[in-house]
């Protein structure tokens, strides 16, 4: 795939061309630069420090040439739907019937507990009753059930960590098989970042740069049914790269995880935070106190990171609280900025399979995350020694530094600083490290020189390369192969039809590889004797 990407200068009003268009960009505080992709958020925020007297708020921003005090209700309701067809950005257009009900999330334990131990969780209303969770038959008391703590508090989370999958029912509903391939065993996932749609909330109403063109709205879910939830035992996670719908109030997410299948959301599922899940404009220099910084994200996704490591599926009371909700994220901040949360909400390890899982957040300082790190690798290396783990893979949603990431945090330069650790080490020298990662919106491998270690997984609609498709890490058969499905790229290519009548008319996803580009295929070199 041939593609510009575009590093945002550091004058202001310079001129930079975006995949063939021309866009203004305007120097606000260090770390952002305004374009019209922010124009909604920052519309609103501009109303909120009008509201409290700060006349001055647009040269945080840089928009004063365009977004200033004079804004007006009327002037954001403009902004803000100015990209819809039909003038109105309706809250409730793609829900399905289903979308107020009880909300499903299957995630791998955190690495230092048994194999087999997955955390399953609900998503519901705060207001709705806990529902009622069955496994093979026998009903399970939730460890956690409580209303959302800081950010998108209208939700509720009902978790467990169980001892191995099953047969798992949520409020008598037909029941899903929730389960852990063998471990050792070859695994297939999908991984994306930083989806987005042209009707949600803030960023994305006006943001989502091709979200119409290439309909990622209805497209995206349908085809990670398809590839995920159709598939069987022949796709056996998936996940999310951060800035997942460029969400600051929760509602683009909860629009979009309505329209993926129950069969869909049994499968494990990975994601890590971007940096528009910190601060909906992407930078921490433009955060405010409506930000979520990560609260909604770590409580909406329901992974089972070092937060998690003491629970056990008999932990009781708080010694079953899956998350570290120590810091409040304003907390000292009436209007601007805002608090992170505790690393240890969102740096996780695991194993798959034969896959082991490294997922890290760029918001933190490598001198924060180097404990962890080691501890990973450590880990890493005794699973390998085993043979049981023969690939392991980093994921991250940095690719460069910058809007809350400090150069060593972005995804390559802390592949570099993994690599050299014991455990990773013996990995890497075997070229069975690799990398995931978005930020940049392109859907790319070998980014930033790490040519068959690194790949871009970012093409998902917004601006950028200006392709959009379905990436896969694949470890069967005794070899490691990276897919890439491109449904949309240049010249107007559009496989979308193809792609979707090939995964329902054949048996497995395998049999439409056709279709898709080879990013890589290497044997695993596994240090099994």
Same mark, same amino acid.
């Given at each position: 795939?041939?593609?510009?990407?575009?590093?945002?200068?550091?004058?202001?009003?310079?001129?930079?061309?975006?995949?063939?268009?021309?866009?203004?960009?305007?120097?606000?505080?260090?770390?952002?630069?305004?374009?019209?992709?922010?124009?909604?958020?920052?519309?609103?925020?501009?109303?909120?420090?009008?509201?409290?007297?700060?006349?001055?708020?647009?040269?945080?921003?840089?928009?004063?040439?365009?977004?200033?005090?004079?804004?007006? $209700?009327?002037?954001?309701?403009?902004?803000? +739907?100015?990209?819809?067809?039909?003038?109105?950005?309706?809250?409730?257009?793609?829900?399905?019937?289903?979308?107020?009900?009880?909300?499903?999330?299957?995630?791998?334990?955190?690495?230092?507990?048994?194999?087999?131990?997955?955390?399953?969780?609900? &998503?519901?209303?705060?207001?709705?009753?806990?529902?009622?969770? $069955?496994?093979?038959?026998?009903?399970?008391?939730?460890?956690?059930?409580?209303?959302?703590?800081?950010?998108?508090?209208?939700?509720?989370?009902?978790?467990?960590?169980?001892? %191995?999958?099953?047969?798992?029912?949520?409020?008598?509903?037909?029941?899903?098989?929730?389960?852990?391939?063998?471990?050792?065993? #070859?695994?297939?996932?999908?991984?994306?970042?930083?989806?987005?749609?042209?009707?949600?909330?803030?960023?994305?109403?006006? #943001?989502?740069?091709? #979200?119409?063109?290439?309909?990622? @709205? %209805?497209?995206?879910?349908?085809?990670?049914?398809?590839?995920?939830?159709?598939?069987? $035992?022949?796709?056996?996670?998936?996940?999310?790269?951060?800035?997942?719908?460029?969400?600051?109030?929760?509602?683009?997410?909860?629009?979009?995880?309505?329209?993926?299948?129950?069969?869909?959301?049994?499968?494990?599922?990975?994601?890590?935070?971007?940096?528009?899940?910190?601060?909906?404009?992407?930078?921490?220099?433009?955060?405010?106190?409506?930000?979520?910084?990560?609260?909604?994200?770590?409580?909406?996704? =329901?992974?089972?990171?070092?937060?998690?490591?003491?629970?056990?599926?008999?932990?009781? #009371? !708080?010694?079953?609280?899956?998350?570290?909700?120590?810091?409040?994220?304003?907390? =000292? +901040?009436? &209007?601007?900025?805002?608090? /992170?949360?505790?690393? %240890?909400?969102?740096?996780?390890?695991?194993? &798959?399979?034969?896959?082991?899982?490294?997922?890290? !957040?760029?918001?933190?300082?490598?001198?924060?995350?180097?404990?962890?790190?080691?501890? @990973?690798?450590?880990?890493?290396?005794?699973?390998?020694? %085993? =043979?049981?783990?023969?690939?392991?893979?980093?994921?991250?949603?940095?690719?460069?530094?910058?809007?809350?990431? @400090?150069?060593?945090?972005?995804?390559?330069?802390?592949?570099?600083?993994?690599?050299?650790?014991?455990?990773?080490?013996?990995?890497?020298?075997?070229?069975?490290?690799?990398?995931?990662?978005?930020?940049?919106?392109?859907?790319?491998?070998?980014? +930033?020189?790490?040519?068959?270690?690194?790949?871009?997984?970012?093409?998902?609609?917004?601006?950028?390369?200006?392709?959009?498709? &379905?990436?896969?890490?694949?470890?069967?058969?005794?070899?490691?192969?990276?897919?890439?499905?491109?449904?949309? =790229?240049?010249?107007?290519?559009? !496989?979308?039809?193809?792609?979707?009548?090939?995964?329902?008319?054949?048996?497995?996803?395998?049999?439409?590889? +056709?279709?898709?580009?080879?990013?890589?295929?290497?044997?695993?070199?596994?240090?099994? /004797?």
């Amino acid at each position: 795939v041939s593609c510009e990407i575009v590093m945002v200068p550091q004058g202001s009003g310079s001129w930079v061309r975006v995949a063939g268009l021309l866009a203004v960009v305007t120097k606000g505080s260090a770390g952002f630069a305004y374009s019209a992709r922010y124009s909604c958020g920052v519309c609103l925020d501009l109303l909120d420090a009008t509201a409290v007297g700060d006349l001055a708020a647009c040269e945080r921003y840089g928009s004063c040439h365009t977004l200033n005090a004079s804004v007006s $209700t009327e002037t954001c309701q403009t902004v803000c +739907h100015g990209t819809h067809s039909d003038g109105v950005a309706d809250p409730t257009r793609g829900l399905d019937a289903n979308a107020t009900g009880a909300d499903l999330r299957v995630a791998v334990a955190y690495g230092s507990k048994e194999y087999g131990n997955l955390r399953v969780s609900v &998503i519901t209303s705060a207001d709705a009753e806990a529902p009622v969770l $069955t496994v093979d038959g026998d009903t399970v008391d939730w460890q956690y059930s409580a209303p959302f703590k800081y950010k998108w508090k209208v939700n509720a989370l009902h978790t467990v960590l169980l001892p %191995t999958g099953g047969s798992v029912s949520i409020d008598r509903a037909a029941p899903l098989t929730v389960a852990l391939p063998t471990i050792g065993r #070859g695994v297939a996932g999908v991984l994306i970042g930083d989806p987005c749609i042209d009707d949600a909330s803030v960023t994305s109403r006006v #943001g989502c740069f091709y #979200g119409k063109k290439f309909q990622t @709205a %209805t497209r995206t879910p349908a085809l990670i049914n398809a590839f995920v939830g159709d598939q069987g $035992t022949d796709m056996d996670f998936w996940g999310l790269l951060g800035d997942n719908f460029y969400d600051r109030d929760g509602e683009a997410t909860k629009k979009m995880f309505a329209k993926f299948s129950q069969e869909t959301k049994a499968k494990p599922f990975l994601t890590v935070p971007g940096n528009h899940d910190y601060w909906v404009l992407g930078a921490p220099e433009v955060g405010t106190v409506e930000d979520q910084y990560s609260n909604g994200f770590m409580q909406y996704y =329901g992974q089972d990171t070092k937060a998690a490591e003491n629970v056990t599926p008999l932990s009781t #009371g !708080s010694a079953a609280v899956p998350l570290n909700f120590s810091i409040d994220p304003s907390r =000292g +901040h009436p &209007i601007l900025s805002g608090n /992170v949360p505790v690393i %240890t909400n969102s740096f996780l390890y695991h194993q &798959i399979g034969n896959l082991g899982v490294v997922g890290f !957040s760029g918001a933190y300082s490598l001198e924060e995350t180097r404990p962890l790190m080691a501890e @990973a690798c450590s880990w890493l290396g005794e699973q390998a020694a %085993t =043979g049981t783990l023969e690939v392991a893979m980093i994921v991250g949603h940095w690719d460069i530094s910058g809007a809350g990431a @400090a150069k060593e945090m972005a995804v390559p330069a802390f592949y570099d600083e993994m690599r050299a650790l014991p455990g990773c080490r013996d990995l890497d020298e075997r070229t069975m490290l690799k990398f995931f990662m978005g930020h940049t919106h392109c859907n790319v491998p070998h980014p +930033h020189g790490h040519v068959n270690t690194g790949f871009m997984v970012a093409g998902q609609g917004m601006e950028g390369c200006a392709n959009y498709g &379905i990436p896969i890490i694949d470890t069967t058969d005794d070899r490691l192969r990276v897919y890439h499905f491109e449904i949309n =790229g240049k010249n107007d290519k559009d !496989s979308y039809n193809a792609t979707m009548g090939c995964l329902s008319s054949s048996n497995g996803w395998r049999n439409c590889t +056709h279709l898709a580009d080879l990013w890589l295929d290497q044997p695993i070199n596994s240090s099994r /004797v």
